[in-house]
Structure formats: C-alpha cells, structure tokens
C-alpha cells in the first residue's frame, strides 16, 4: 500500500504571501507618515504667519500710544495754562467788580434822585390830565377816582372790577419785584431794606394793592396775602380771617404795613395758592400781583442752581393744578425781561378760570 503524501501549511507561496502584505502595511503607513508631517508644517506656517501680523499690530499700537501718551502731556500742559489764566481773569473780574460796586455806590443817589424828579413830573403831568378829564366828563359812581387819607389818588384799571364778596389779594414780594432787569435786581438785592423798599417797581406793586383795598363793594370782605417762599398775611393777626370793606382803621394799618415790607427771597406759587385753602369760607375773587413765574416749587431745592424757562413753567402747571375750581383769578402781570413764557402762562391762566389779565402801564399809578 502506498504512504500518503505529507501537507506543510508554511509553504513558500504562503510566506510571500505574508511578506507581501506585511511590505503594503510598511508602504501605507509610510504614505499617511508624510502626508501628516506636510500638513503639519502648513500649519505651522499659518500659525507664523500669524504670529508675525500680531506682532506688527503691537508694534503700530506701541507706535500709536506713543503719540497718544505725547498728546495727552502737551493737553495737560495746555489745561494747566488755562487754569493758570482762567485764575487770572478771576482776579482782574474780582477787582472790576469791586470798582463796580464803587461806581455804583456813587451813582446810586444820583439815579434814585433823577427817578424821583421823573416820578414827580408823571404825577404833575396824569394830575393835570385828570383836572381836564374831570372837567368834561363825570365818572361811574363805582369808578370814581378816590382819595386816600396820604393824598395819593386811585385811577380805575380798565378790564379789572372787583365783584366779589370775599377778594382775596395775593402779592409778590420776592426779590424780582425790586426792578424790572435781572441785573438790577441782584444789585439791589445787596441794598438796605430803604434802597429795596423805594424800588420804582416795588412801589408800583404796593401802589396797586392800596388802589384796590380803596375798590372793595362795600358790603364785601377781603384780605391781602404778600408771599415769597411762602405766604403771609400783610396782618400777622389776621391770619385766616377776612377783613370788612369800609374799615379804614384796618384799611391803614395794612397799608403802614406794606410799606414796611422787604422785597426779598424767591417766588413759590404753589405756596401762594396754598393761602386760599387757609381762609373760611373760600373767596370767591382772587387778584394775583406778580411779574413772572416761579423760581421754587413746595420746598427750596436742596442745592441752589440755575433754573431754566423750561423748569419755572412746570413749576407753575404744578401750582395751577392747587387752585380751586371755578374760581375767577385776576392777573395783574407787572414787567420782567427775559421772562417770555411768563405772559402766555398767566393770560392763560385768567382766561381759563375767567379772571382778568392786565399788564398796567409805567405811568400807572
């Protein structure tokens, strides 16, 4: 019997076999070897190339900081020289108004001399104009011209007519009713309580309240309120009570009193108004005597600082909206420049509530 032929796994044709495969292996990892190292050295590329744009940029803000630090230097130089003069101009402005302040102490007596002069030959001139008038014609009984105990006549105002039968009066006394320009009325703010008290305007006021105590119906009441910041009986013993017309003992004595009074402090209408809610029973006529509209709401401002138009106008919507309804309010504006929006407002406000608007003449009273 024959013997089987033996069968070798590991064949050379096997081997090669491996030999090969294990050469593809060795050949594929070389291929993917290279083509990871170029892609690395790309990247390294872009990463320099980066690098070096970022490194230009630094330089050029470098550069730009260089001149921003120059810059800054020569404004702190310049800032320095204006404060240096800015002080300078303070004191040559200190000096100049204290030789102001000379000059207008020696002109003071001459233009309160020459005002007066003008005064009297206003008086001397409606004097005579009243002496024809009278001649001619003869006035409404209402209206006639009266004279007070001092000597000084009543003109009736034209528009204005107290029919009430409780008038209330309320009056500014702050310090704008010293003059009719700003400027003046912070020089003489700095006066004594005579200089303030004969202030042209301020007379004008006071003259206006004596004419219409001398025009209350009889029968009817009235009282007087002066106010600033706040508001004040013109009778500090009067306070929430209501005076008789045809009391010429208390008619006096009030108006003695607004002689005393002291233009001063700023104006508050709101407050003004708040006078009207302390009498019993309400009057049912109210005259307002002002020159413009308000420099303070219900309390002064924690910090003293400029108001603008703007500011004094929502001060006075606030005080309007204080008011009692139906209630007639007379305006009496007296001048101020610079205070456009003050004659719109209070026009307004009479012809809302359906007062009286008046703005007397210069020669008035």
């Not at 104009?129 to 003109?155: C, F, I, M, Q, T």
């Not at 709401?297 to 106008?313: C, H, L, V």
């Not at 009496?332 to 407002?345: C, T, Y």
Request: with cysteine; proline share 5%; aromatic share 6%.
């Amino acid at each position: 019997m024959r013997k089987r032929r033996q069968t070798e796994v590991f064949s050379l044709s096997f081997l090669d076999c491996i030999c090969c495969g294990f050469g593809a292996v060795v050949l594929f990892y070389t291929i993917v070897s290279a083509q990871s190292g170029a892609e690395r050295v790309r990247r390294t590329e872009d990463l320099g190339s980066q690098v070096r744009l970022l490194e230009e940029q630094v330089l050029e803000g470098t550069k730009n900081l260089v001149v921003l630090r120059n810059t800054l230097e020569k404004t702190e130089s310049e800032t320095a020289s204006a404060a240096s003069r800015a002080t300078r101009l303070v004191e040559q402005l200190k000096v100049e108004r204290e030789q102001g302040s000379i000059y207008d102490g020696t002109t003071l007596a001459r233009r309160e001399h020459i005002e007066k002069l003008k005064a009297d030959i206003r008086a001397l001139e409606e004097g005579n104009r009243r002496l024809e008038a009278a001649s001619k014609d003869v006035a409404p009984p209402g209206d006639a011209v009266k004279v007070a105990k001092r000597g000084a006549d009543r003109r009736y105002i034209t528009g204005l007519r107290l029919h009430g039968k409780r008038v209330l009066v309320l009056i500014d006394s702050s310090a704008s009713m010293l003059d009719d320009d700003v400027v003046n009325v912070i020089r003489l703010r700095n006066t004594g309580d005579a200089t303030r008290r004969a202030a042209p305007k301020w007379r004008r006021a006071v003259a206006t309240v004596s004419w219409l105590t001398a025009q209350v119906p009889p029968g009817s009441q009235y009282q007087v309120y002066r106010f600033d910041t706040q508001p004040v009986p013109v009778l500090a013993d009067t306070a929430g009570h209501w005076l008789r017309s045809g009391d010429e003992a208390t008619t006096d004595r009030l108006l003695e009193e607004m002689d005393r009074l002291v233009p001063q402090n700023g104006t508050s209408l709101v407050n003004a108004f708040g006078a009207i809610r302390k009498l019993s029973p309400a009057p049912d006529q109210i005259i307002l005597i002002t020159d413009g509209l308000p420099t303070q709401g219900a309390t002064p401002p924690a910090i003293r600082r400029y108001i603008d138009a703007g500011g004094r106008m929502r001060l006075f919507d606030d005080a309007v909206k204080a008011l009692p309804p139906r209630t007639p309010i007379d305006v009496v504006l007296l001048p101020m420049r610079g205070d456009n929006p003050a004659a719109h407002a209070f026009w307004r406000l009479a012809r809302n509530s359906g007062g009286a608007y008046l703005m007397p003449s210069k020669d008035w009273p």
